[in-house]
C-alpha cells in the first residue's frame, strides 16, 4: 500500500515537472518572438582633410520592433532617432546614418575618459536595451586631432534578464500578445 502509493506521488510530481518544464519553455520562446536587436551590422568610414565621417548601417536582427530608437556618439554633438524600427518582413527597413567629425568636434580636440557608440531603445513592453560599442582616439602625429576608431566587435549589452513569471506577465499584456 505504502509502495503503492509513492509510486502514485512520484507519477504525479514527474508529471507537474515535465509540465511546468514545458510550459517555461513555450513562455520563453513567445516572449523572444517580441524581442528586438538593433546591431551595426557595417561601418564606412571616410576622410576627407581634417573631416572624418563614419556611416554605420543599422539593422535590427531580432524578430521585434524596436520603439524609440536612439543613436548617440561620445563627444558628438548630434544625435538619431527613430519612433519604431522594424525588423525583418514587410515593414524591413535599415538606416545609414552619417556621423560627421569636423575639427571642431570633442571627441577629436580632447582625449574624453571613456567612448562609446551607444543604441539605445525600447521593445513592445518598454524594457530598456542597450548597445555600447567602445570607441578609441589615437593620437595622430602628423596634426594635433585624434582619429576616431570603433571597435564593431566587442559590443557590450545592457538588456533585461526577465524571470519566467515575468515573462508570462508580459506576455498577457497588451499590445504584444496580440
Known amino acids: 500500500m505504502f509502495l503503492t502509493l509513492f509510486l502514485v506521488l512520484i507519477v504525479i510530481i514527474g508529471t507537474g515537472v515535465a509540465w511546468l518544464r514545458r ?5 520563453k520562446e513567445r516572449y523572444h518572438q517580441h524581442v528586438p536587436a538593433v546591431r551595426i551590422t557595417n561601418l564606412s568610414t571616410l576622410k576627407a582633410e581634417d573631416t572624418i565621417t563614419f556611416t554605420p548601417e543599422l539593422e535590427n536582427t531580432g524578430p ?4 524609440d530608437f536612439l543613436l548617440q556618439l561620445s563627444g558628438w554633438d548630434g544625435t538619431f532617432s527613430v519612433k519604431a524600427f522594424h ?6 527597413q535599415t538606416h545609414s546614418v552619417p556621423i560627421v567629425l569636423g575639427p ?6 580632447k582625449l574624453l575618459s571613456r567612448c562609446y557608440l551607444r543604441l ?6 518598454e524594457q530598456r536595451y542597450e548597445c555600447w560599442y567602445p570607441v578609441s582616439q589615437i593620437s595622430n602625429v602628423s596634426s594635433r586631432l585624434y582619429t576616431i576608431h570603433i571597435n564593431l566587435s566587442e559590443p557590450e ?17 497588451n499590445p504584444a500578445y496580440q
Not at 510550459?23 to 513562455?27: A, D, E, L, N, P
Not at 521585434?64 to 520603439?67: H, K, L, P, R
Not at 539605445?120 to 513592453?125: G, I, K, Q, S, T
Request: hydrophobic content about 30%.
Open 23 to 27: 510550459i517555461s519553455r513555450t513562455t
Open 64 to 67: 521585434g520592433v524596436a520603439y
Open 87 to 92: 525588423p525583418q518582413g514587410p515593414r524591413y
Open 104 to 109: 571642431n568636434a570633442p571627441i577629436r580636440t
Open 120 to 125: 539605445a531603445y525600447r521593445d513592445c513592453w
Open 157 to 173: 549589452f545592457t538588456e533585461p534578464h526577465p524571470s519566467v513569471s515575468t515573462m508570462w506577465k508580459l506576455l498577457r499584456r
